[in-house]
């Protein structure tokens, strides 16, 4: 039997927890034998949803915790005084080791906040990014920083480059993953002061295939495995991307609907589009991974379903098995320190 991956849960955290999010749990077990769910959250609630369910019972344990950071409050002071939250005592499972992952559709500046106090970055990292999977016309693409870093600097923007590559390498499978920083145009010389600085760096990094700027609306095509900026920028993309997306969906939808000939033809299609929509689908990407921490914390949406959740879970297997923190460590030393006050 493969070695366990023990991923602890926040079971409290996001619009349907705890039922989506223990149901998730549920499905991961179901499907992978090589993993362990710590769930973290009120024992009595949790004890009470997992009761509607079979699974292997070894596979799924409860770590009690009284207290629950909301969505509203205030990142920093709930990781500080809620000491006994879920999302604290599952980043304290994975300080400890006891503990592989983390997984959360709790508190985004929580999670964030939390990783870095409590679980700490990998030395030689100047700035965890949050990298999310986005779809595109040649398959996922990681969009990296999407939200954790509003305000970068050029040697943050080559490590988030360094550390993309290696995660799309060896967890997603892409053998020398393109990367490009995103630009209002092709031209070295176009760009703000951050990318004009960042692009000769980029360019003289050994390790990664850096093939130049990425435009906006070449993301969807596929243009590049690994697409590079700070988090103001992916945060805006991602967003775009999601409201976009859904637009589409529901235009597409009524379309179909609007007369009888047009619903003979939805019916005839429904099979290839259905197919195709998948592969749009955010829940079958799972979480984003906040890279270059000492252990793996992986953010998924909030209104997570246990789709999502489920997927979050087994993604992380992947990360254990190829020593995902070890491979952005050696990467990050090999880089001169440029930025030594941060």
Same mark, same amino acid.
């Given at each position: 039997?493969?070695?366990?991956?023990?991923?602890?849960?926040?079971?409290?955290?996001?619009?349907?927890?705890?039922?989506?999010?223990?149901?998730?749990?549920?499905?991961?077990?179901?499907?992978?034998?090589?993993?362990?769910?710590?769930?973290?959250?009120?024992?009595?609630?949790?004890?009470?949803?997992?009761?509607?369910?079979?699974?292997?019972?070894?596979?799924?344990?409860?770590?009690?915790?009284?207290?629950?950071?909301?969505?509203?409050?205030?990142?920093?002071?709930?990781?500080?005084?809620?000491?006994?939250?879920?999302?604290?005592?599952?980043?304290?499972?994975?300080?400890?080791?006891?503990?592989?992952?983390?997984?959360?559709?709790?508190?985004?500046?929580?999670?964030?906040?939390?990783?870095?106090?409590?679980?700490?970055?990998?030395?030689?990292?100047?700035?965890?990014?949050?990298?999310?999977?986005?779809?595109?016309?040649?398959?996922?693409?990681?969009?990296?920083?999407?939200?954790?870093?509003?305000?970068?600097?050029?040697?943050?923007?080559?490590?988030?480059?360094?550390?993309? &590559?290696?995660?799309?390498?060896?967890?997603?499978?892409?053998?020398?993953?393109?990367?490009?920083?995103?630009?209002?145009?092709?031209?070295?010389?176009?760009?703000?002061?951050?990318?004009?600085?960042?692009?000769?760096?980029?360019?003289?990094?050994?390790?990664?295939?850096?093939?130049? &700027?990425?435009?906006?609306?070449?993301?969807?095509?596929?243009?590049?495995?690994?697409?590079?900026?700070?988090?103001?920028?992916?945060?805006?993309?991602?967003?775009?991307?999601?409201?976009?997306?859904?637009?589409?969906?529901?235009?597409?939808?009524?379309?179909?609907?609007?007369?009888?000939?047009?619903?003979?033809?939805?019916?005839?299609?429904?099979?290839?589009?259905?197919?195709?929509?998948?592969?749009? =689908?955010?829940?079958?990407?799972?979480?984003?991974?906040?890279?270059?921490?000492?252990?793996?914390?992986?953010?998924?949406?909030? &209104?997570?379903?246990?789709?999502?959740?489920?997927?979050?879970i087994i993604q992380c297997v992947a990360f254990k098995k190829h020593n995902i923190s070890?491979?952005?460590?050696?990467?990050?030393?090999?880089?001169?320190?440029? =930025?030594?006050?941060?």
């Amino acid at each position: 039997m493969s070695e366990m991956t023990r991923v602890a849960l926040d079971a409290m955290g996001g619009d349907h927890a705890p039922g989506e999010i223990i149901k998730g749990a549920v499905e991961a077990v179901q499907k992978r034998k090589d993993i362990k769910v710590l769930l973290t959250g009120r024992e009595e609630v949790l004890k009470k949803a997992l009761s509607a369910y079979t699974y292997p019972e070894g596979q799924i344990e409860i770590v009690n915790a009284t207290e629950v950071i909301q969505t509203a409050e205030p990142p920093v002071a709930a990781v500080r005084s809620k000491r006994d939250s879920s999302i604290v005592a599952a980043m304290k499972l994975v300080k400890r080791g006891e503990a592989d992952a983390f997984v959360s559709a709790g508190n985004s500046g929580a999670v964030l906040a939390g990783g870095q106090i409590l679980i700490g970055k990998i030395k030689g990292v100047e700035r965890a990014p949050l990298a999310p999977l986005i779809p595109t016309a040649k398959g996922a693409a990681l969009l990296i920083d999407c939200g954790a870093n509003v305000d970068a600097r050029p040697s943050h923007l080559v490590q988030f480059a360094q550390m993309g &590559s290696i995660y799309m390498e060896h967890v997603i499978g892409k053998k020398n993953p393109t990367v490009g920083i995103v630009n209002i145009g092709a031209e070295e010389e176009k760009g703000n002061a951050l990318v004009k600085e960042t692009f000769p760096l980029l360019k003289a990094c050994k390790g990664i295939n850096f093939v130049g &700027s990425v435009e906006a609306r070449d993301i969807p095509s596929g243009a590049v495995d690994v697409v590079v900026c700070e988090a103001f920028v992916g945060n805006v993309i991602l967003k775009l991307y999601e409201g976009v997306g859904g637009t589409l969906i529901k235009k597409i939808k009524a379309s179909m609907m609007t007369s009888p000939r047009s619903k003979i033809g939805a019916l005839l299609v429904k099979p290839a589009l259905k197919a195709t929509l998948k592969d749009f =689908d955010a829940s079958e990407y799972g979480g984003a991974p906040l890279l270059g921490l000492k252990g793996l914390v992986v953010k998924t949406h909030g &209104s997570s379903t246990a789709k999502e959740v489920c997927t979050s879970i087994i993604q992380c297997v992947a990360f254990k098995k190829h020593n995902i923190s070890e491979k952005i460590q050696a990467a990050v030393q090999k880089t001169p320190d440029e =930025d030594q006050g941060q």
